[in-house]
T-cell receptor, first 112, second 116 residues
Framework: RKEVEQDPGPFNVPEGATVAFNCTYS??????FFWYRQDCRKEPKLLMS???SGNEDGRFTAQLNRASQYISLLIRDSKLSDSATYLC?????????????FGQGTTLQVKP | DAGVIQSPRHEVTEMGQEVTLRCKPI?????LFWYRQTMMRGLELLIY????????DSGMPEDRFSAKMPNASFSTLKIQPSEPRDSAVYFC??????????????FGEGSRLTVL
């Protein structure tokens, strides 16, 4: 079983739609969680951290469910520019380690 | 400010040849990571360094792979001999302090390796 699992998609949605991505992780000791965005043939970039209480950044909302070891990302009012691959990222272990494990990513295509 | 710089951007080589990928992290960053990305396996952590010291190389696929960080501003990932299954995009990333809590890795643009 992979440490971080995501539905690869692709998710094809019209502009203005709301779309949600899910991610599960296997290491219950993980303490830190993040979403990264990767555009086609580009490097990954940090989109947002995921906090236990849930957090928002504009049209993006991230949530964490520790009991189910599940992370989600909600994008409201999708824009064409949101088209990308979204990577769920978890730190391996409970300590302040630098070891971040990436999921394979969920591809989003927003259509006009 | 300059980001993480990787070279070469593209490399095409033949099976059995030695490949050396290079990385210059962001100045002042104390963590450096090497990742490999393929369609099949996604982004895999190969090795990471803290203050030039290798901390975890458990992701290095086999003895054909080696990585060094002789100083704070330079790292190499070497594959010798290369095989077609090594074809991938190799990313170098750096961070300030532990990325375990901040989550912010700064990636280079990657080195796309094709082994024929």
């Amino acid at each position: 079983r992979k440490e971080v699992e995501q539905d690869p998609g692709p998710f094809n949605v019209p502009e203005g739609a709301t779309v949600a991505f899910n991610c599960t992780y296997s290491n219950s000791a993980s303490q830190s969680f993040f979403w990264y965005r990767q555009d086609c043939r580009k490097e990954p970039k940090l989109l947002m951290s995921v906090y236990s209480s849930g957090n928002e950044d504009g049209r993006f909302t991230a949530q964490l469910n520790r009991a189910s070891q599940y992370i989600s990302l909600l994008i409201r009012d999708s824009k064409l520019s949101d088209s990308a691959t979204y990577l769920c990222v978890v730190n391996r272990g409970s300590s302040n380690t630098g070891k971040l494990i990436f999921g394979q990513g969920t591809t989003l295509q927003v259509k006009p | 400010d300059a980001g993480v710089i990787q070279s070469p951007r593209h490399e095409v080589t033949e099976m059995g040849q030695e490949v050396t990928l290079r990385c210059k992290p962001i100045s002042g960053h104390d963590y450096l990571f090497w990742y490999r990305q393929t369609m099949m396996r996604g982004l895999e952590l190969l090795i990471y360094f803290n203050n030039n010291v290798p901390i975890d190389d458990s992701g290095m696929p086999e003895d054909r792979f080696s990585a060094k960080m002789p100083n704070a501003s330079f790292s190499t990932l070497k594959i010798q001999p290369s095989e077609p299954r090594d074809s991938a995009v190799y990313f170098c990333a750096s961070s300030l302090g532990s990325s375990g809590t901040t989550g912010e890795l700064f990636f280079g643009e990657g080195s796309r390796l094709t082994v024929l």
